[in-house]
Each structure stands twice: as structure tokens, then as C-alpha cells.
């Protein structure tokens, strides 16, 4: 499994376009209270080599020395994003480290975008929340409507609750992108008129600004995975169109 240094990219972003990451997380390992079976980065069982967390002044320096090589190499940068091997929000220096990438945001890249993919599991915590609501784009993932459906999916550390999530995304009163992955296995299906019905109650209540719907797109560590089409992503979220929302929808 490729992980990814302190500072990576800038990457082709399918959501974001040229994104400069930041993974707040180990170099050579990953680290995050959830396992979700399409992880990108693998499972969490694989990535327990390295439980270092890069500390603020560290990923101040590593970003501003980017930053600097790729002005003067005259190459774009539509978002810094922070995403990485796990959840970024873990990292106790979050709030600090979101501070110090909005000051050298401002310095080198006015025009960038600062982004948070975030499993928002963290978003009650008043330091983290404080820290979101700086961003340009806080992206809070919610992958299903129940607790035993996220189980199945995301596989997230004891205490999580969907219901205590939505409390806390309800705080950002609207102005947040909600990120949703569509997919189907043997044993569920993100399609279905159950799961899509209490799913589309919930954005109904959170009013997000924007809604990220996306699907596989990438291995994943779970076999048997399916992924739907953009036509079909379409046709399911129409109501949500129909009734205003801002879906976007990539393959």
C-alpha cells in the first residue's frame, strides 16, 4: 500500500481539481476510526507500522517549502486539501495546523480553495468544529442513514452515532459540502428505497450547500464491491435535484 508524505501532489482532484494535499497522519502507516471497506488507503490492520503524528511546526515547514517550489515553478493549485492515510481531524494539532495553512494559503495561493475531507466524527468537538467553520470547503462524509448500515460500510470505532453526527453538522447551519459514497455488495445496496429514502430525509435536514455523491473509483480492500454509473447516481438522487439541491455527481 503507497502512503502518502506529510505534503503530496499537487493530484488531479475528480471533486477539486489540481489539489495539493496534506495528510496530518503517519508517513508509513494510517490511522483512522473508521475501516470502510472501500478505503483507498486499505485497511487499518495494514497500516500499524507507523503511528507518528507530524506535529504542527512540521507540517507548517513541509507546506510552506512547497508551496514556495511550485510558485516559482508556476504550476496551479485549486485547493490544499487535507486528506491523506485516515482521518485528519485525529491529529491533536488540527486546529493549529488548519491556522497555519490558511495564513501561507493567503501568502502563496489567494485564489486556492482550503478543503476537509473529513468522516465528521470529530465535528463535535468545539476546537475541531471552531477549525472547520475556517475552511473554504469543509467535506463531512456521511455513507449511510442507520447505524447498522454504516457498521456494514465504514466499520467505524465503538460510540459512533449517526444521529449524534448529524447533531453536529447540523451547527454548520447549511454551509458545508456533504460527501456521500454510492455502492452495493452482497449485503447491501446504497440504491435501495429504504436506504435512499432515510438518506435523502437527512440531507432534507441538513441543507447542505453542496452534495458530493461519488462511487467506486479506485481498488478497494473489500472484494465484490460494485460501483454504479454516473446515469444511474442520476436517476436516484433526482428528487433531491428536483427539490433544489446541489448534487454533483461523479463516476
Known amino acids: 500500500m503507497v502512503r502518502e508524505e506529510t505534503v503530496f501532489g499537487p493530484i488531479f482532484s475528480r471533486r477539486l481539481g489540481s489539489s495539493l494535499g496534506?495528510?496530518?497522519?503517519?508517513?508509513?502507516?494510517?490511522?483512522?476510526?473508521?475501516?470502510?471497506?472501500?478505503?483507498?488507503?486499505?485497511?487499518?490492520?495494514?497500516?500499524?507500522?507507523?503511528?507518528?503524528?507530524?506535529?504542527?511546526?512540521?507540517?507548517?515547514?513541509?507546506?510552506?517549502?512547497?508551496?514556495?517550489?511550485?510558485?516559482?515553478?508556476?504550476?496551479?493549485?485549486?485547493?490544499?486539501?487535507?486528506?491523506?492515510?485516515?482521518?485528519?481531524?485525529?491529529?491533536p494539532d488540527f486546529p493549529q495546523i488548519i491556522d497555519d495553512t490558511l495564513a501561507l494559503r493567503d501568502r502563496y495561493y489567494p485564489s486556492a480553495k482550503v478543503s476537509v475531507l473529513?468522516?465528521?466524527t470529530q465535528a463535535h468537538r468545539p476546537d475541531v468544529f471552531a477549525a472547520l467553520r475556517k475552511v473554504d470547503n469543509p467535506i463531512m462524509k456521511l455513507d449511510a442513514p442507520t447505524n447498522e448500515l454504516v457498521a456494514k460500510i465504514n466499520q467505524p470505532a465503538a460510540g459512533y452515532d449517526v444521529g449524534r453526527v448529524v447533531e453536529a453538522l447540523m451547527q454548520f447551519n447549511g454551509d458545508f459540502i456533504l460527501q456521500t459514497m454510492f455502492l452495493k455488495s452482497k449485503d447491501f445496496d446504497s440504491s435501495s428505497p429504504e436506504t435512499l429514502s432515510g438518506w435523502m430525509d437527512i440531507v432534507r435536514l441538513l441543507k447542505p450547500r453542496e452534495v458530493m455523491a461519488y462511487t467506486i473509483d479506485r481498488p478497494t480492500p473489500e472484494e465484490g464491491l460494485q460501483k454504479f454509473t454516473v446515469e444511474e447516481m442520476n436517476t436516484f438522487l433526482k428528487p433531491l435535484i428536483q427539490e433544489g439541491f446541489n448534487v454533483q455527481v461523479k463516476g
Not at 478505503?39 to 497500516?47: F, I, L, Q
Open 118 to 120: 473529513s468522516n465528521a
Open 22 to 91: 496534506i495528510n496530518l497522519l503517519p508517513v508509513n502507516g494510517k490511522i483512522c476510526n473508521f475501516d470502510c471497506i472501500y478505503c483507498e488507503c486499505g485497511w487499518n490492520k495494514d497500516g500499524r507500522d507507523d503511528t507518528r503524528l507530524p506535529r504542527a511546526a512540521e507540517v507548517c515547514e513541509a507546506l510552506e517549502a512547497k508551496l514556495k517550489r511550485l510558485v516559482d515553478d508556476g504550476t496551479p493549485v485549486d485547493s490544499i486539501t487535507f486528506s491523506g492515510d485516515g482521518e485528519s481531524t485525529l491529529n
